[in-house]
């Protein structure tokens, strides 16, 4: 799920369900838990944490549960989350301005039925019993319960999902808290169910208990759950503790130990602020190295050949410079025109002129 760039993962919790009579529920329940950052309507964080939503799985589609009861939740004494908008154990969207992401994927409810595409509805006609704790607890309290309210109102009628293995099930609600901690495994309770009016009603008794089909954000074959990165299918490649996706160095396990900016693994003096390159490989860095900013990538030709030298070295053999830091591979040397002894005036040919330079240069030697 994503919205306002807000990123949404998922993955999927089963719990173990012993049958006590003869019902059409599977024996499991499953937990779609997101990681949900949710903004108000001027861009401020609102919630950033853990939703976990709760479905009852059955295999028959005639299946209308009507109440859960004697839950105990294993984290009896918890604070769950509770949207400014609608702070309620009872679905509560008002719409309009009340409506807010948090309210809509975020906010902890209870429901027989009504998942309305994640979307917390209005008051769907689901009511508290008593050892809930009324509408405005922290969490549910021991042996705490709820149910359908409005048996005109047959809410808890078994849909398509696919947060179930049979794909058919009854979502009976969502727990949320800030921050990533939530687990729920070995919670306990009761559902009652039945047909529909006019057929015998059901009891199971259910505890949750592990998990069997997670999601592979990464794909790296690890479920997220028991994925130490979740997000970083190479697993915190240099072993610093730091997941790739959110490590600035995910190849340097000292994390640029320098502090000059430039990760280690490509850092040519890891432990120098002030040097990171090594360009003319002299061991002094480029910041340091006077003959690398003076003068290294100066392209000598010699007749027909190149190298990259000084310019003592370039004059040193009759070379001639061509641009600054450029490297020989873009050049073509050019041997210059042979020449010989009666060319006086090195143009390649023998002439008037060069007789010329003879004839003034006639008398004694100096």
């Not at 005109?152 to 099930?169: A, P, R």
């Not at 990165?229 to 490649?237: G, K, L, Q, T, V």
Request: aromatic content about 10%; some cysteine; charged content about 20%.
């Amino acid at each position: 799920m994503n919205f306002n760039n807000k990123i949404v993962s998922a993955f999927c919790i089963t719990a173990t369900i012993a049958v006590t009579t003869n019902a059409e529920f599977t024996g499991s329940v499953f937990m779609d838990v997101k990681t949900i950052k949710a903004v108000d309507d001027f861009g401020a964080e609102d919630f950033n944490g853990t939703v976990v939503d709760l479905w009852a799985e059955s295999d028959d589609s005639d299946d209308v549960l009507l109440n859960v009861h004697d839950f105990n939740d294993i984290n009896l004494g918890l604070t769950y989350y509770q949207c400014s908008t609608s702070v309620s154990w009872l679905p509560g969207n008002l719409g309009g301005i009340f409506e807010t992401q948090a309210l809509l994927y975020a906010d902890s409810y209870v429901s027989i039925g009504g998942y309305n595409g994640g979307l917390q509805p209005n008051n769907n006609g689901i009511g508290l019993d008593p050892s809930f704790g009324g509408s405005e607890a922290a969490g549910p309290q021991a042996n705490a319960g709820w149910y359908n309210g409005n048996p005109s109102n047959i809410s808890g009628l078994v849909e398509l999902t696919e947060h179930t293995t049979t794909g058919l099930g009854v979502f009976i609600g969502r727990f949320s808290i800030q921050g990533s901690d939530l687990d729920m495994a070995g919670g306990t309770g009761v559902l009652t169910y039945n047909q529909g009016s006019g057929t015998p009603g059901y009891q199971i008794d259910f505890t949750i208990d592990g998990c069997i089909a997670c999601n592979d954000s990464d794909g790296d074959g690890y479920p997220d759950n028991q994925d130490e990165c979740p997000y970083d299918s190479e697993n915190d490649a240099d072993g610093d503790g730091i997941c790739g996706d959110v490590d600035t160095c995910p190849y340097d396990s000292e994390n640029d130990a320098d502090g000059d900016g430039i990760c280690g693994d490509v850092d040519a003096f890891p432990y120098n602020p002030n040097e990171w390159a090594d360009s003319d490989e002299d061991g002094i860095g480029d910041n340091q190295d006077n003959y690398f900013e003076n003068y290294t990538h100066f392209a000598c030709c010699v007749t027909s050949s190149c190298f990259v030298g000084t310019d003592v070295q370039c004059t040193a053999v009759g070379g001639t410079w061509i641009i600054e830091n450029e490297s020989c591979d873009d050049y073509d040397c050019v041997a210059p025109p042979e020449t010989c002894d009666a060319d006086l005036d090195g143009d390649g040919e023998v002439k008037v002129a060069d007789l010329l330079l003879l004839i003034g240069a006639w008398g004694v030697c100096p």
